[in-house]
């Protein structure tokens, strides 16, 4: 009986731990900033990682390095971020992109990837939804990390 309660309840954990540590809120659901764009089918096709890849996996890959900044972390609750080189880059929707943001959940899972194009930040997500950003605050930390890393 003892048995029984320590495993019910140690079951019972494990499950509300996945459901909170998945929890995430994607600002551009509630935020009248973001705009969703169509994605063309093609671009999931030729990425050069899998939604889902671990932070462990991808981090020697892309280069990550964590964005130390509350303004990335107060807009993408939930998510930790890291900016990263792509040395193959990939095609999204007429962009060609090299740097990027990947944004990991707290089970180390790569759920999103933005970058700035013509001075707009353009967030894709692992449920296939892309959305732009025109705040100014991307296009200018961008330039910044840009400049920095030149």
């Not at 019972?12 to 909170?20: A, D, I, N, Q, R």
């Not at 063309?40 to 030729?46: G, I, L, V």
């Not at 929707?93 to 933005?114: I, P």
Request: glycine residues 6%; hydrophobic residues 40%; charged residues 25%.
């Amino acid at each position: 009986m003892k048995r029984s309660l320590v495993t019910c309840i140690t079951l019972s954990g494990l499950m509300l731990f996945s459901v909170t540590a998945s929890a995430h809120e994607w600002p551009n659901d509630n935020d009248g900033n973001w705009y969703r764009v169509h994605n063309r089918h093609e671009a999931d096709n030729k990425l050069p990682f899998a939604w889902n890849d671990s932070y462990k996996h991808m981090r020697q890959i892309h280069h990550l390095k964590p964005i130390h900044d509350r303004s990335w972390e107060n807009r993408f609750p939930g998510l930790r971020a890291y900016r990263g080189r792509i040395a193959e880059g990939f095609w999204h929707n007429g962009h060609y992109v090299k740097e990027a943001v990947f944004f990991f959940n707290a089970r180390n899972e790569l759920v999103s990837v933005g970058y700035v194009s013509d001075g707009v930040f353009v967030q894709m997500r692992e449920d296939h939804k892309s959305f732009e950003n025109k705040d100014k605050f991307f296009a200018m930390w961008w330039l910044a990390y840009m400049m920095a890393n030149s």
